[in-house]
């Protein structure tokens, strides 16, 4: 989520100057910003953040604290979406 518990600061705000939203937003350090990729489960998504985040790890945001951290730290397969 985009809270100050979460991120230090709640300002809503990606690093490539996007409203976070959900069901679209994620955070990955090893991809541009714009890619588009396919999470399997879970659709399609744009890199628009980056964060404190390990190589190959991407955060999908989820708009409630309480959510996303039920939602917790899962493996899925990801595929890059090249139109």
Not at 57 to 82: C, K, M, P, S, T
Request: proline content about 1%; some cysteine; overall charge negative.
């Amino acid at each position: 989520c985009s809270c100050a518990a979460c991120c230090g600061v709640e300002t809503g705000l990606t690093s490539s100057g996007t409203h976070v939203e959900e069901g679209r937003t994620v955070a990955c350090n090893s991809l541009p910003a714009g890619t588009r990729i396919h999470i399997d489960g879970f659709g399609d998504y744009v890199v628009e953040d980056t964060g404190y985040l390990d190589d190959n790890v991407i955060d999908i945001y989820i708009g409630d604290h309480n959510r996303a951290w039920e939602f917790g730290r899962q493996i899925r397969d990801v595929y890059l979406i090249n139109d």
